[in-house]
Structures are given as C-alpha cells and as structure tokens.
C-alpha cells in the first residue's frame, strides 16, 4: 500500500563559497528522507523538493517563494549561513511555514516559525572558551572571517577572557573567500601567542590552517588552535596540516554511542567507505527525523501542531539524546570537546554530563564564573596536546 | 560597582501596557526567554513597581496620569501601530529611547531593549555633561573678573594673569572657578601664588 505523501523543502546551495557544507547538508538529509521512507513505522512518506540557491543569498528569498507557492510546503529543511536564514525567515513568518535549520549559529533570534536543530552559543562558543581559559592560557590571538558568526564569538570570547583577567591579543579577519593569509600566519610567528583562535570559514580557513601548520613546523613552534566549526570532511579537504586542532561541536564521528555507530556505517554503505558525516550534515539528518517524528505525533501537518507535538519529544540521534526546548525552539544538545588527529578524525576528550538546555540569547552566561568542573571522559585521547584531565 | 551591561537583561523588570493580547504574549515569551520580570500596567493604574523599562502601546496614548511620573523614572519604549504624524507627536511626548512596530515578532525585541537602555544610559552622561559645562560657563564671568584683577595687581598680560590663577588653584587643589571666586572676594592673589 503506497503511503501518503508530505512534500517537504530542502534548501542548500550546491555551488558557491560554502558548497562543501552545502552538499553535506542535502546528503544527510535525503539519506533521513529515504531512510523514513523505507520506515513501516512511519505511516506517510516524504517528498523532497530541493532548492539549490547556489550561495547566492538573495536567491534563497527565491526558492523559498517558489517552494511554498509552487510545491505547497509546510516545512522546509535547511539553509546555513545566517544571512541565508535571514531572507528566508520573512516569508516563512508571513505564511505560518516551517523552516529547520540545521547549522550551528551564534544565536540572539528566536523565530516561532523556526526549529533550531544546530548548536546555540552556549552549547559550543562557551565549552571551548572555558576549557582555553583553564588549560591554555587567558590569552588569545582572534583569526576569523569577516561576517556575524566571527563578530559574536569573538565578542563572548573578549568577555570571557577579559572577566579571567586576560587579553584578546589580536583580532585580525579576512572576508569570505579570502586566501591571502600570510601576513597573518606570519605576524603568529613574530608575536608566538599561547593559543590562536580560528573562526575562519570554508577555504579561507583550510587556506589558514595549511599554512599556519607550515610556519609554525618551520619555527619549531608548538602554537595550539581552536574551532567552533571544524569537522571531519574539512580535515579530509585540508589535509595532515589539520591534526591537532581543539574542537567544540555536538557531533563528531567518532562518538561511541550505538546510534551513531549504526548511522556512520549506513553513510559509508551509501556515500563511500572514504567519506564522513559532518556536524552540520548530521544535523540536518536529525532535523528530518525531528520533523518525521512530531508529524506522527501530531497526526497533521499543521504548523501549530507539530510544533507542539516536537516540543520536548526526546529522540536518540546519533549524536546523542536530542530534544527541542518548547520555550525557545532551539533543542537541546550535549556540547563536546575533540582534537583532530592525522586521520582525519576527532579523538574526543570531553563531553557535558547531561544534554546542556540551548540559551540563544546567553542569559545565563555570568562572565565571572569559572567553568564548571565537569568530567572529563575516562580513555580521553592520550595523544592530545595541551589537555589537563580534570578529575 | 560595574554598572550591569545594556547586553545583559536577566533580571530586570519591564513595566507593560499593551492592548492586544497577540502582542502581549510575544512579549511575555521573549521577556522568558531573556529573564526578564514582566509587570502588566494599565495606565491609570497605579505603578507598583520600580520598572528598569516601559513597553507602552500607542493605543493608550495620550497617557493618563500616573504618566507623567513614568517619563524620566526609566526608559520607554513605544509601541508603533500607526506612523500619522498625530500618533507620532503623541509618542514624542513620552520621550521614548527606542520602539517597535506592531504587529509585534518575536525579532526587534532584545535590540529595542538593548538600544533603550543604551541609549538613555548615553542621554543620562550627556546630561551630566551638559550641567557641568553650564556650571562652568556661569563661572566663565567670576573668572574673567579674577583675570582682569590680576591682570591690574600684577601688572601682567591675559595669559600670565590665567597661568598664575591655574597655579594657585593647582597649589591649592581648587578648580580655577573656585579659586577665581576666592580671587574676586579677596581682591588678590593667594600669596604662594603671586
């Protein structure tokens, strides 16, 4: 018997500046689509219509127009960067429509017609920061890309390290795209500070990290980096240049849990024993599965409802237990701390003890307390630099 | 003390006067989620709380009394329905620092929040300003008599007389006003000075 059928939208651009994370996003997420389909617990199936705005942004004001006018969509799964987001949220607020957004994002928005599936600024920007300031040094050179995701994170950064008494050392961005990152690499050279923080994106970012990796190989230094964004495709395009880097994020593929144990090896059967899962891409898999799983509670498409029946629905993702916090439609994620190594994976290291409520807007964030003295993992990677287990 | 950050809103109280239940409840919501207090207020009513900040409708305007005792207690921010002129000079007698358009969204809040709290904070240090530069300037007259009398006691030009007041106020840990007005009462000098 042919089950009902739901169209649903998916937007992500295929080509442009950040297509890498673009196709991660549509992989995951047709995979979760075909995988519901197949699902006899499901009762309806899923229909995708995919957008490609190709990293234009005004386009995705376009295709998402098209999408609720032509296709008839209620829901629609992607976008990534926030400006891309920012064209499509008035649409979807003036037709009652649902977007869920699967990328990670510096927060201080909460639309109701928004599900937030990726990381707030608290699940990530505040573990890593906290860990720098405990085990690194309170003092710390900025690199990011010129746009709303570095000016945020740098700014909850300086408040962070101003209130431990430490300095933001340098802040030096570069645009989107951007490749010329020497004099940056070699003013990290002359000044050797104790830590560098990276929020470069895309190729500007691989450009940096190759680079950075060269310079400081040559002088003999041993300089660590952080990153808010950094994921195992990434490692892959960048190369052994990546290995070491601290990294905070939800998902990484190396995180034991049967959900995603199961997941990975379904991705390696359908896209490449060499390919990997990204967070974001992860993130627009559990998206699906939210949407898919609040349907079926809600027994309607209805906005209203299904909004209603997703709120506080805990579903087993592979990156852990994922709910969405009804008061502010961001969910509620464990944050996690990795180190790259030279196979391209993350070696985590720690993880919250309990899923962290999302806090879009940072209202609990008190600048002057020291980080909490959670635990960090027992078989934490022995070859992780700079790492202080805190027992 | 650290004065608490225009960024940072938990725990401060908003005064709130609106008349459609749709926009009450986005507010409600977003108050929640930034950790704000919310005091419903219906104008005319009594204020029974010390506000941080006042969300007041355009469609209560003009403001009955306690109104006038709302003005200048803490930051208004006004609730836009129409832009006629009429409305607007109705809403520019309640000196908002910042406003919003209705219908309301769950987007604008925290920066309406944000720009009225900076906003009058910025007001209030150029007031301060202000009143300083005006006390200075009533003083202008004492210092050009103290001036003009040690221009004539000590046979000096205009700037040698002023060097010699700043002196004598920097000796005496005075402000060149104070110490004019001492000059202007004595009819000279402080001997240290002179």
Known sequence: MTKPSVPVGIICSQSGPYQAMG?????????????????????????????????????????????????????????????????????????????????????????????????SPNHNVLPLVRYMLDNISRHVFCVGSNYVWTWETNRVTRELVTAAQGSILAERLLELGESAVDHIVDEIIRRKPPVVFNTLVGSSSYDFIRAFHAATTIAGLDIPMLSCSLCEPELKIVGPASAGCITSSAYFESIRLPENRAFVQRWKARYGEASSPSVDGQSAYVAVYLLARALRRAGTSNIGEVRRAAAGHRYNSPQGPVWIDGDNNHCVLTPRLAVSNAQAQFDLFWEAEAPVRPDPYLTQLDVAAGPARETFRSGSSSSAPHLRVVK | MNKPSSFSLRGRRALVAIKDERDLSIVRRQFERLGIDMFIWGPGGPLECQPDVALIDDEFLPLASPAPGLRGRCPIIALLGTETPSRLKLVLDLDPASFLVKPLRSAGIYAALVMAFERTERTDELRQHVAKLEDRLRSRRVVLAAVLQVMHSQSVAEPAAFALIRRAAMEQRKTIEQMSAEIAANGRLPRAAG
């Open chain 1, 23 to 119: 196709q991660e996003i549509l992989k995951s997420a047709l995979m979760a689509v075909d995988e519901i389909n197949d699902y006899a617990d499901f009762d309806f199936s899923f229909t995708p219509h995919v957008r490609d705005p190709r990293g234009v942004i005004t386009e995705y004001h376009t295709v998402c127009d098209d999408l609720i006018r032509n296709t008839g969509v209620e829901h629609i799964v992607g976008c990534y960067t926030s400006a891309s987001r920012k064209q499509v949220l008035p649409i979807v607020e003036r037709t009652d429509r649902l977007l869920w957004y699967p990328a990670r994002y510096e927060g201080f928005e909460c639309s109701d017609n928004v599900i937030y599936v990726g990381a």
